[in-house]
């Protein structure tokens, strides 16, 4: 007990160092925070960059509008002045348009007297090259540092189409400023989205992992054959359909241990079987002891008789003679049905399934009994059926009608009647044979197809029966699948077998 107390919290110990809700968490909340610095990276590195690009593509489309104006002559109408002061609002953009001859300011936005002297500096004064962003034939832009405020601005500066001065500027520590914004809001805001996403995980692993450790617990469970607790979860996830399969599972096995318990009670019984089995072959070997004795005592008796000369006449040796063949005959009989009802029995002997017509079988085998028939005085009865055509093994098949037709002779009673009758059922025929006579009590009815058995000894002994004829019937029916069977009447009794026509 104490060692498995100590299995059992190794297992939790390792569970809770392996947990995947630990592992969820992990993954998950690594690869937020990975994501928010990737983002703060990209953020301080790219974005002012790419905050300055778009900053360039204004200022040119703020030229291009300033030029359309000013070849239209509609520089200084109200609504062009109002749509240019949205572009520059936009972007943060200074504007001033001067006449380069008079240098008079023609447009101007936000300090025109500073920003007319830095057009007329960049003029004169030339182009620092690696400050150059855009050079072109109209129009240029550089970044430039204010000398007095020390304050960067991007610039583009040049000549309309229609001669005039212009130069659009923007400060750039808005941008850095935006940037600077941008970086601690998302600092701020990723620390809450990781607090945010910590609790979400924790939730979301909870959700996920308490299936599966149903699951978990359902697989202990059925470890110790306890097969009755099943997943209950009815969604469509593959958590749900892992729960379904073990319960599928848990039910297989427990049909299958059900099988095995089934299979060993069948075991049992094999063995319980296999003792009478034993039973019966010591009971058979005293059978045949004792069928056999009678006739060797009688051989053994007469032949020392003939030897001794007991009796010298010609008639009393024939009498010895005729008992002797006849014990011999008896024992021969008896040898060669042994051996027939092993075969059956023991699977040895081949059954060769061959189309033939019983009804013909029939009247030979009665036709060939004749003499038999006349010495009991018997008037068997059978239609002239036309030819019925059944699936057996011809052979044996006949060896069951004699036998049956045999008993039907030797049992004859009364009338002395035999009636031999065919019915089709279906596709199957019927073959039994009557006889009139006593109806076999019904103690004995079911031990009647066992070997050596007999409802009246002393009769079977007067015609020579051994007790082995029906055992042999049964053998040959088993070993073709089909049915055989017994009806007592009032009057008689009637043997019967069942054969397949197609």
Request: hydrophobic residues 40%.
């Amino acid at each position: 007990m104490k060692n498995i107390l100590i299995r059992n919290m190794r297992r939790d110990a390792d569970t809770m160092k392996y947990s995947m809700k630990r592992q969820f968490a992990f993954i998950f909340i690594s690869l937020i925070t990975g994501t928010l610095l990737l983002c703060l990276i990209l953020n301080s590195t790219l974005l002012g960059t790419y905050y300055i690009n778009k900053k360039q593509n204004a200022l040119v489309s703020a030229y291009y509008s300033i030029n359309e104006a000013s070849s239209a002559g509609d520089i200084i109408s109200e609504a062009y002045d109002i749509e240019l002061k949205k572009i520059c609002d936009k972007y943060n953009i200074q504007v001033l348009v001067a006449d380069g001859e008079s240098e008079a300011v023609k447009y101007s936005m936000n300090d025109p007297k500073t920003v007319l002297k830095q057009l007329f500096d960049n003029i004169f004064r030339g182009v620092d090259e690696e400050s150059l962003l855009l050079n072109t034939d109209n129009y240029k832009m550089q970044v430039v540092r204010d000398y007095k405020t020390q304050t960067e601005y991007i610039e583009m500066w040049g000549i309309l189409d229609n001669g005039y001065l212009f130069i659009l500027r923007s400060a750039l520590e808005g941008i850095r400023e935006s940037v600077s914004i941008s970086n601690h809001f998302l600092a701020y805001v990723g620390l809450i989205a990781i607090c945010v996403s910590a609790l979400l995980v924790v939730w979301l692993s909870n959700r996920v992992t308490k299936p599966i450790l149903e699951l978990a617990n359902i697989s202990e469970r059925m470890k110790h054959l306890d097969f009755e607790a099943k997943y209950a979860g009815n969604d469509k996830t593959e958590i749900a359909i892992l729960g379904n399969n073990i319960n599928e599972l848990s039910e297989a096995l427990e049909e299958t241990i059900s099988e095995l318990r089934t299979a060993n009670n069948e075991l049992l019984k094999d063995i319980e079987t296999k003792n009478k089995i034993d039973e019966m072959r010591r009971e058979f070997l005293s059978n045949v002891s004792h069928e056999l004795k009678t006739p060797i005592a009688l051989i053994q008796g007469y032949a020392e008789g003939l030897k001794e000369g007991i009796n010298d006449d010609e008639e009393s040796r024939e009498f010895y003679c005729d008992v002797i063949m006849d014990e011999a005959s008896r024992m021969n009989a008896l040898v060669r049905n042994l051996l027939t009802l092993n075969k059956l029995e023991a699977g040895n002997d081949i059954v060769n399934m061959e189309r033939f017509d019983v009804a013909a079988l029939a009247k030979n085998y009665i036709a060939s009994a004749d003499i038999l028939i006349r010495q009991k005085e018997i008037s068997v009865r059978m239609e002239d059926y036309d030819p019925i055509y059944v699936w057996g093994d011809e052979f044996r098949v006949e060896e069951v009608f004699m036998n049956y037709f045999t008993n039907a002779i030797n049992h004859a009673l009364g009338d002395r009647i035999i009636d031999v009758k065919m019915v089709k059922d279906g596709e199957r025929v019927r073959i039994s044979v009557f006889n009139t006579g006593n109806s076999i009590p019904e103690e004995c009815v079911e031990h009647l197809w066992e070997k050596f058995y007999k409802v009246d000894k002393a009769r079977s002994r007067e015609y020579g029966g051994s007790g082995i004829g029906l055992s042999i019937v049964k053998a040959v029916m088993e070993s073709m699948n089909q049915r055989y069977g017994v009806i007592n009447y009032d009057n008689g009794v009637e043997f019967w077998f069942e054969l397949d026509m197609a």
